[in-house]
């Protein structure tokens, strides 16, 4: 099953606005990364957030994390065209020496 | 400092040729982890290793697929007898130290495999 689910699959938003995306999981973690794939292309890192952090910024992005709920977030503000791609979510599983990755949102916005 | 490099980007192979994927990780990464993704889907893990090591293959298939990570080079991921199924993008990442350690894991841009 999968450790990392995002919501929702898919959003769409106006160029300007913001864009949530949430993951949850279902184990105790030691981190949850972020990662953005443009159609076609490979992975970008975004912000990888510790069990023991709340929150983490980088420029545009917010990422939170819940530890009890589970649950991250990834807050995109002032959302721009170039952000239209897919977010997935990844974390390690139970400990183990890799990444588990969540189906993704795929971003879309409209100029 | 050049990141993951995986070669070729795109491979075309017949039912029941072989297909070799390549993946330089960055300077200084001693971790490797190969990933398949299918259209429209996340990626699922297929293996971890370490310089000479398979440290987890939980998901490989138990048959035609290997991976190797060889003291000197690239890791390989091998595919025999390839099958219209194993059509899919495969990601390949790096890491300085094990995911434990709460480090980045960075991904090169991936091959596509179309098998005809």
């Known amino acids: 099953s999968q450790q990392g689910e995002e919501d929702p699959q898919a959003l769409s938003i106006q160029e300007g606005e913001n864009a949530t995306m949430n993951c949850s999981y279902k184990?105790?973690?030691?981190?949850l990364q972020w990662y953005r794939q443009n159609s076609g292309r490979g992975l970008v890192h975004l912000i990888l957030?510790?069990?023991?952090?709340r929150e983490k910024h980088s420029g545009r992005l917010r990422v939170t994390l819940d530890t009890s709920k589970k649950s991250s977030s990834l807050l995109i503000t002032a959302s721009r065209a170039a952000d239209t791609a897919s977010y997935f979510c990844?974390?390690?599983?139970?400990?183990?020496?890799?990444?588990?990755f969540g189906q993704g949102t795929r971003l879309t916005i409209n100029p | 400092n050049a990141g993951v490099m995986q070669n070729p980007r795109h491979l075309v192979r017949r039912r029941g040729q072989e297909a070799r994927l390549r993946c330089s990780p960055m300077?200084?990464?001693?971790?490797v982890y190969w990933y398949r993704q299918l259209p429209e889907e996340g990626l699922k893990f297929m293996v971890y290793?370490?310089?000479?090591?398979?440290?987890?293959e939980s998901g490989m298939p138990k048959e035609r697929f290997s991976a190797e990570f060889p003291k000197e080079g690239p890791s390989i991921l091998r595919i025999q007898q390839v099958v219209r199924g194993d059509s899919a993008a495969y990601f390949c990442?790096?890491?300085?130290?094990?995911?434990?350690?709460?480090?980045?894991?960075?991904f090169g841009q991936g091959t596509r495999l179309t098998v005809v």
């Open positions: 990442a790096s890491s300085l130290s094990g995911l434990m350690m709460n480090t980045e894991a960075f």
């Open positions: 184990t105790s973690i030691n981190n």
């Open positions: 957030i510790r069990s023991n952090e």
């Open positions: 990844a974390t390690d599983f139970q400990g183990a020496q890799k990444l588990v």
């Open positions: 300077k200084g990464h001693s971790h």
């Open positions: 290793l370490q310089k000479e090591n398979i440290i987890d």
